[in-house]
């Protein structure tokens, strides 16, 4: 199986930064396979220059594959945007993702210890050793839809027995191979997420993933020789992926490229611009108060008297108090404050009225 993208990402390999190796990408592919029908959806929440997860969209067919990124660089972030379907530059903590809406998790996160502060640690829900790839696993699992497929690349060493209960309690058809790349020792888990509700054989998947570092997985078969592992197809409507920050370059990318509300501008806003329709017949003084207290008439009026005034409606809400005093039989005194909303209509006319006495003047009517 030829790639496609792989020798994009050597122009990456810098600054402690080292993407997925091809030949794990390829031996990787060769056991997934798509559905039978429906479009896909496919994530990696530490996409690097977007390469790995280009190569998996091409593998399960381009055409029916979308494929979602987020990175915390710049410079791959936007090398990833322009081979991915939807990529975010900003760190995965800070965006808004939908739970259950992929169907396959690529993850392949940063290795090493967490930084102790608040910070750092904020998404991070374990009790043992905190490492990086505990952390973007924790974060990522919830968006796994079930029966989607996980693949995950890590150091078998940060392979804990914390990190093992948790893929053996989430995931079932867990299989780990070591790496054909083995610069940090890593191994490769594959696993199809499952519901928890009684689910079995949860004790004999964490003792298989915690042998391993005592005893290193077989390698990574070159051709994958059993069942492969089927990615489904995606939940159906729009995917929430979205950054909670605001960044003036991004943001003027996802103007550019999918014009966000100004198409249903019209739709939106056309209503705002139209004058007020004539009521079918003429308002009674209720009906009157009740639109001057509503803010919905204003402008000038003119009484039979000749008097003018320009007048404008409004209605707040203020709290009346109200004290009871209450004296118990053994002496004691108790005092209970009540406050009760009360909505309160406040018309206020300019006079506009020639010669008047008070024109120019603000009158309040309450």
Known sequence: MALMFQRLARNFIKNGYFPTDAETTRRVLSALQPGDTGQFRILDPCCGEGVALAECKHHLG???????????????????????????????????????????????????????DKAALAGYSGKGRPRLEKLFYSLSNPWLAFGSVLVLIIPGYSLDRELAGWIA????????????????????????????????GISETRTMLEAIAAEPPPVLPERWPDAPYVVPAAPQGEATFVYSRMDRRQLADELARHRGLWERFELVFGGTGRGLRRPLRALSDWHLALALAAGQVSGVVRAADGRVYVIKGDTHKEKEAKVEVEEKPNGRITETRILTDRFVPVIRALDFTPGSPSFGQVLVIR
């Open 169 to 200: 309690t989430h995931f079932e058809q867990v299989r780990v191979f070591k790496a054909p790349e083995q610069r940090f020792k890593q191994v490769v888990v594959f696993g199809v997420r499952r519901r928890t509700a009684g689910a079995t």
């Open 62 to 116: 381009a055409d029916r594959t979308e494929a979602f990124g987020v990175e915390y660089d710049e410079e791959r972030a936007w090398h990833a945007k322009g081979i991915l379907d939807r990529c975010i530059h900003g760190d995965v903590q800070d965006c808004i993702i939908g739970r259950r809406q992929f169907g396959l998790l690529w993850l392949n996160p940063p290795y090493g210890d967490l930084v102790a």
